[in-house]
């Protein structure tokens, strides 16, 4: 459909600025596989320390890129299937804070003021300006929501008796999500972090602080990963010459995202003292309640793409997936999401031991950690994203792609970078190699009395893996800003690849209605959540100074007068 | 309202699920699972030590802070069972003995503890695992079990 200049604007500006700032993000991740292969034996290189270049390439790849992208995405969807635009006004409110926020928090970081990292872990103390910057992102992305929302019932009330539209289903649960799960960072950094990085409150509670954020922290992966499932579910059968498998699997995956993906977040702290076993095994088994979307996401999909190769004349067992378009320039979005898809069979192999209360001994905060994640928001996640990126500037701009045969092998190109890339980093972790580390200046110096041979294999693969990972961003680079400032050729317009379904399914109201799930994902919560909260509420544990990262004495002057 | 294949889809799911819990619990008593004990806290664990009980039974009070740790070099004999208790005295800390699966997080105001036992000779590292400044990457320690044999 056509829709108007201002949403156009909107959405292209909101893909223009992360993928702008994703050349900082992803030249560091190219420079750290390079530091802790032992080649750079230094605490930082053309002016950006390996814990500040990390710290940015945590916030700008997996918060600010996914964040706006997410939000361009949403506009897009709901534009495209309730057929009728978002309210501007709120659309460049929002947009306008997050750039803001987003530019706060880059100066903070590149200043070297907030060299905290990503999980911005109390009593290390970033500056203020950090800390209100991710704020405004995050409340910048609510308010289309709240939006979409309001759209969303109008149009209930229009087709009552019609069936929500997937991808409408699976943006408002995934940002219904996001706006529970960001109430408990908001908190954080807003009531506990501000005022005590502005030295006004003189200590912090640093287990309530932890608890807080990864109660955010889990359902993040899901809001990176739900936009991409969007795609899956509504896209790829199509892309594929097929149909999807099940419409009514779909929706149940959907609400069971909604219900499980916040009470799960203390699987992030097992190591941790200051949080009870019971809490800890409960929500360890909840988290295997994600088995349950995530499986059947995967034989809905498979089942459709080998309803796709059967269309296209194939014979036998698995002849199936030989006749699928893997190369085709004109369906490059399949080769993006094939390929993401392929990376998530390992990636989410990978997060069982993580997520196994006893086998996360051995690999917690190891080399492992980034090996299995990198397969996950570095792979379906960010593969869509860019797919997507591509596909919305060339439609929207009217321009045709720019090396549109170099465009369809970069994901296979960036998939074995990260297959080699994080092979090198979990093998580091199964021998110890720690993650968040600057291994060049100490156990990666053959000069340093730390250093460990048995960890130059591991790391040296993940270099090699490291490096075709860049090459291929690099091309995505050329691809993305290629198309955005060619000649304008074609009618710009906005029309997503809509899967039919192969089952024709009567409308089941239970999974068209979001009350009933709304209320059991608020009980789940309570249940994982308040007696977490309540035990460290009566810990009486003693509260933390603020310290920053070069100097071992706390730091209590007040920020903003220095 | 499913048909025979939604059916699959969904029981195999379930299954899968069911398998995975299984596991877990199963292995819940097992030797080895280590999962950090929820200890409150008082002072005497913030003054880094290793007290002996008994020959074969060692307590090490390990203190973690910007940029080491206390004790960073442990002396026990094979065959020795060693409770870690761990805690931060400044920002948040990892402990990690690879080769044993000793796996915790220092928090300040909290404290961590794991048991396990040192069955062989040898030089057991510990490596800081948490970010915790510009000296990260210098944190480490040491178990030493017996080693060189005469200590
Ligand atoms: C050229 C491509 C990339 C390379 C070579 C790369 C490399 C790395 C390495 C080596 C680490 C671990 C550093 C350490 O723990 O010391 C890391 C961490 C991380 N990477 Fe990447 N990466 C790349 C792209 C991406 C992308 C596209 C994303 C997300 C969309 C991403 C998300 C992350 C996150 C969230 C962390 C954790 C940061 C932290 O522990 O604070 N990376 N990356
Ligand atoms: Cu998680
Ligand atoms: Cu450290």
């Known amino acids: 459909m056509e829709i108007s200049r201002s949403l156009k604007r909107i ?4 893909l223009f600025v992360p993928v702008s700032l994703l050349t900082i993000g992803i030249y560091h991740g190219l420079m750290q596989t390079i530091y802790r292969a032992g080649f750079l034996h230094q605490a930082g290189a053309l002016k950006l320390d390996y814990y500040q270049g990390l710290t940015l390439h945590g916030v700008i790849n997996a918060v600010v890129l996914t964040t706006f992208f997410a939000v361009a995405f949403g506009h897009a969807t709901i534009t495209h299937y309730l057929k009728r635009e978002p309210d501007i006004l709120i659309a460049r409110i929002s947009m306008c804070l997050m750039i803001i ?24 103390k970033a500056h203020p300006l950090f800390y209100l910057g991710a704020a405004l992102l995050i409340v910048g992305s609510w308010l289309p929501f709240f939006n979409w929302a309001k759209m969303y019932r109008q149009w209930k009330k229009e087709n009552a008796e019609v069936k929500t539209p997937l991808a409408v289903i699976g943006t408002l649960v995934n940002f219904t999500i996001w706006f529970v799960c960001t109430l408990a960072v908001a908190y954080e950094v807003l009531v506990l972090l501000i005022p005590w990085s502005m030295g006004w409150t003189k200590t912090i509670d640093v287990t309530l602080s932890r608890t807080l954020f990864w109660f955010f922290g889990h359902a993040l992966v899901y809001f990176w990963l739900l936009p991409a499932y969007i795609m899956f579910y509504t896209m790829l059968p199509k892309l594929a010459g097929g149909k999807l498998y099940s419409d009514l699997a779909g929706r149940i995956a959907f609400f069971s995202f909604l219900v499980l993906s916040i009470p799960v977040g203390v699987h992030h702290q097992f190591a941790d003292p200051g949080i009870t076993r019971g809490v800890k095994m409960f929500q360890g088994l909840l988290t295997f309640g994600i088995a349950i979307p995530s499986f059947m996401t995967a034989f809905n999909l498979a089942a459709s793409l080998e309803y796709a190769g059967v269309q296209r004349g194939s014979k036998g067992l698995f002849g199936w997936i030989k006749k699928l378009p893997f190369l085709d320039p004109n369906r490059y979005l399949f080769a993006y999401m094939i390929c993401g898809l392929i990376l998530f069979i390992f990636g989410g192999l990978t997060g069982i031991p993580n997520a196994s209360y006893q086998l996360n001994n051995v690999i917690h905060n190891t080399a492992f950690l ?17 797919g997507m990126s591509t596909f919305l500037i060339s439609q929207l701009k009217g321009k045709k792609i720019f090396w549109p045969k170099i465009n369809v092998v970069i994901p296979y190109l960036w998939m074995i970078g990260v297959l080699i890339f994080s092979s090198g980093l979990m093998w580091g972790g199964l021998i110890g190699e720690p993650r968040r580390t600057n291994l060049g200046l100490s156990y990666l110096n053959p000069q340093s009395p730390l250093f460990r041979p048995d960890w130059v294999p591991t790391t040296m693969l993940a270099l090699a893996g490291g490096i075709i990972m860049f090459v291929a961003g690099m091309l995505y680079f050329v691809v993305f800003f290629g198309t955005l400032i060619r000649k304008k050729t074609e009618v710009a317009l906005l029309d997503l690849p809509e899967s039919e379904t192969y089952h024709v399914e009567k409308r089941v109201p239970i999974f068209d209605k979001f009350k009933p799930w709304l209320v059991i994902m608020v009980v789940v919560l309570l249940l994982a959540y308040v007696p977490a909260l309540w035990g460290i509420n009566n810990n009486n544990a003693p509260k933390a100074l603020p310290y920053k990262v070069d100097n071992p004495m706390p730091d209590t002057t007040n920020t903003l007068n220095k | 309202m499913f048909d025979k294949y939604e059916k699959g889809i969904l029981i195999s799911s379930i299954l899968v699920m069911m398998l995975f819990i299984f596991s877990l619990v199963y292995s819940l008593d097992k030797k080895g699972r280590n999962i950090t004990e929820c200890i409150p806290f008082n002072k005497t664990y913030q003054k880094g030590r290793v007290e002996k009980i008994d020959d074969s039974t060692y307590q090490v009070f390990m203190v973690a802070k910007m940029w080491a740790f206390e004790p960073d070099k442990i002396y026990i004999p094979v065959g020795s069972t060693v409770d870690f208790f761990l805690t931060s005295l400044d920002v948040v800390h990892g402990f990690n003995i690879a080769p044993k699966n000793v796996n915790l997080m220092a928090v300040f105001g909290g404290v961590g503890k794991s048991t396990v036992k040192f069955d062989n000779p040898g030089v057991y590292k510990i490596v800081c695992h948490e970010y915790c400044g510009v000296g990260h990457q210098f944190m480490q320690g040491e178990v030493i079990v017996n080693y060189p044999e005469n200590k």
């Open chain 1, 11 to 14: 959405i292209i500006i909101e």
């Open chain 1, 101 to 124: 926020g987003t530019l706060m928090a880059a100066w903070a970081m590149l200043s070297g003021k907030a060299s905290v990292l990503y999980t911005f872990y109390p009593p290390l």
């Open chain 1, 370 to 386: 980034p090996g299995h994640f990198h397969m996950t928001v570095a792979g379906p996640v960010f593969l869509a994203i860019i």
